[in-house]
């Protein structure tokens, strides 16, 4: 379809008379149907970077009335007719007695997934989505306004971190308490935010026949290649595997360290008393040695990150009033990619760009194909990209560092996956309980945190701190928007851990099978994009045993 250059898809009464027109289409042969499903992709891809222009324009400045209203006006006037249309035209393709005409090895996985969406479609789901929409915007905007004032001046709480890696134990403290006290002042208004979420979310899977949110949200995320089931096993194998190295870390720490016990604002401290590793001055100087980094791992990955330096493709400053975190968001119709984070000058922001550009990278090597729905994948493979591009550019940290620098941080990045896999399964089993347990007092759901703190925690003392542990999950964004989507970051990094296996064995190849993967987009289902990149789909506790064997080899051949 040619989408008329003057569209403005922001409104329905634009966008309303040519989905009609796909509506009507006469459907005469599997031509045809290949043709509307082309078309139909054309236009979503409009209304989706629609989307996506007024969604970066909002999280980049909360506390604009105007950006947030017309955020607003989207979600609450445009895209629940979009959900409407999308699935009219989703049963038509999926009922469609040409459907099965159409070559499968092309259009399998993409009906495959269309059949699942007019499955689970609920018409009264739509205004209860919007709503959830609404309150998870409120959540950002809280968020995003919280600021502190420390050292003599205002600042944002991801601008804080850096007071975590201070030499001088009571700057740490100091600063911890500072930003624990500002994220309290609103615990309630956050619990209230999640208890609404929990019930509109829990209505949805009633209407839609399931018992519960859980096993809704997993076939509403196309979850066809494990179950909920698996991802308990997984809970499990991370326990057994990876806590023993994470409290032997800890105990190592906190000797080190000279304490008897490990507290929330030690973990991130350099043990030797360095200062903190600082690899770059500003977002100009992040992206120019970025640039550099990407160059001497790949020409062709250095030239696509070099795309993003203009065009409006990035914004990664930390200020008031932007929201917290970091993403990659693919504007559709015209292809371009967009990242957003807030760097304050960490080694984090480093492994956040890279991360990001990881992204932006899947992106674009998948951009070619005309189906919407292919230009993306399953977001277990989707992390697979950005997390395997944190582990690849090792080679490259000099772009950032001295040499000795660069070391540290390359450690750190190694110690912190006995530490994220554990985080990982927390907010999974977390999510697991919540759901399974819709009507739950909220004295129940801190009393199940703080079990799951005591099984995935490790060794850090908090006593004295119980309320800072227990509104501790508050800070994790994905358990307000994007409900279930985090154990995807546990099996995708096992996936990137396989793909920097194989890179110690044969850079080349490695970085072959990555680009190769990436292209096939979601073309393909899961486990043959795992396949495609030279590896198999397992989170078995044999292969977390392995790769973190593998993690452990490579922190003893790392100074400390």
């Known amino acids: 379809m040619n989408v008329p250059a003057h569209l403005d898809p922001t409104r329905w009464e634009q966008l309303e008379p040519l989905y009609a027109q796909l509506q009507r289409r006469e459907i005469a042969s599997a031509a045809d149907l290949e043709r509307l499903i082309l078309d139909r992709s054309d236009l979503d891809a409009a209304a989706d970077e629609a989307q996506a222009n007024l969604y970066i324009a909002m999280t ?39 459907a099965e005409k159409l070559n499968a090895a092309r259009y399998g996985t993409y009906l495959r997934g269309v059949r699942q969406e007019v499955r689970l479609f609920r018409a009264e789901n739509v205004p209860l989505q919007t709503e959830a929409t609404t309150h998870d915007q409120e959540y950002s905007r809280i968020s995003g306004e919280m600021t502190v004032e420390f050292d003599g001046r205002e600042q944002t709480l991801p601008q804080m971190a850096k007071y975590l890696e201070d030499t001088d134990r009571g700057v740490r403290e100091a600063s911890w308490r500072c930003v624990v006290d500002r994220r309290l002042r609103d615990r309630e208004r956050i619990d209230t935010i999640y208890d609404k979420l929990v019930a509109l979310r829990h209505q949805m899977a009633l209407n839609a026949g399931f ?21 308990r096993r997984f809970h499990d194998a991370v326990e057994r595997t990876c806590m023993p190295v994470l409290k032997r870390l800890h105990r190592e720490r906190a000797s080190a360290l000279g304490l008897t016990a490990l507290r929330p604002w030690d973990v991130k401290v350099d043990l030797h008393g360095r200062p ?20 001497k791992l790949d020409a062709e990955l250095g030239a696509l990150f070099d795309t993003m330096r203009t065009g409006a493709c990035l914004d990664l400053d930390s200020r008031k009033g932007k929201a917290p975190g970091g993403y990659q968001y693919q504007r559709q119709h015209s292809r371009t990619p967009f990242i957003f984070m807030n760097a304050s000058g960490l080694q984090r922001d480093v492994v956040t760009m890279v991360h990001e550009a ?44 001295s040499q000795a620098d660069a070391a540290r941080a390359k450690r750190d990045l190694l110690e912190g996956l006995a530490g ?20 739950h007092s909220r004295e129940e759901r801190t009393r199940e945190w703080v079990a799951l703190q005591r099984r995935f925690g490790g060794e850090i003392d908090w006593s004295g701190l ?15 928007g994007n409900p279930f989507y985090y154990v995807e970051y ?26 190769r993967a990436l292209a096939l987009g979601g073309s393909r289902p899961l ?24 993690v452990q080899s490579e922190l003893e051949a790392v100074p400390a």
């Not at 400045?61 to 979009?82: C, G, I, M, N, S």
């Not at 994220?420 to 009507?439: C, E, G, R, S």
């Not at 396989?498 to 890179?503: A, D, E, G, R, T």
Request: proline share 7%; with cysteine; aromatic share 12%.
């Open 60 to 98: 980049c400045h909360t506390d604009d009335p105007a950006r947030q209203k017309a955020f607003l006006d989207f979600v609450q006037q445009v895209e629940p007719q979009l959900k409407k249309v999308g699935f009219e035209l989703d049963r038509r393709i999926a009922e469609s007695p040409f």
């Open 211 to 231: 018992p519960n949110f859980r096993d809704f949200q997993h076939q509403r995320m196309h979850r066809f290649d494990y179950t909920s089931e698996d991802c």
């Open 276 to 295: 903190p590793l600082r690899p770059f001055t500003d977002a100009d100087d992040l992206v120019q040695r970025s640039s550099r980094a990407f160059h």
């Open 358 to 401: 990881g992204h932006a990278f899947h992106s674009m090597l998948s951009r070619h194909d005309p189906l919407l729905a292919y230009r993306g994948s399953p977001i277990e493979f989707a992390e697979v990209a950005s997390m395997s591009m944190e582990l690849l550019t090792f080679p490259q940290l000099g772009e950032f560092y």
């Open 420 to 439: 994220m896999l554990p985080w990982i399964a927390t907010i999974d089993a977390f999510q697991h309980w919540v759901y399974t347990h819709p009507t």
């Open 466 to 480: 119980e309320p800072a542990l227990e509104a501790m999950w508050q800070r994790q964004l994905h358990l307000f």
């Open 490 to 515: 546990g099996i995708a990094q096992l996936g990137a851990l396989q793909v920097w296996s194989q890179s110690r064995r044969d850079p080349s190849k490695a970085l072959s099978n990555y680009k």
């Open 527 to 550: 486990p043959a994009l795992f396949e495609a990149a030279g590896m198999p789909f397992d989170f078995s506790a044999s292969t977390v045993q392995r790769l973190m064997d593998d």
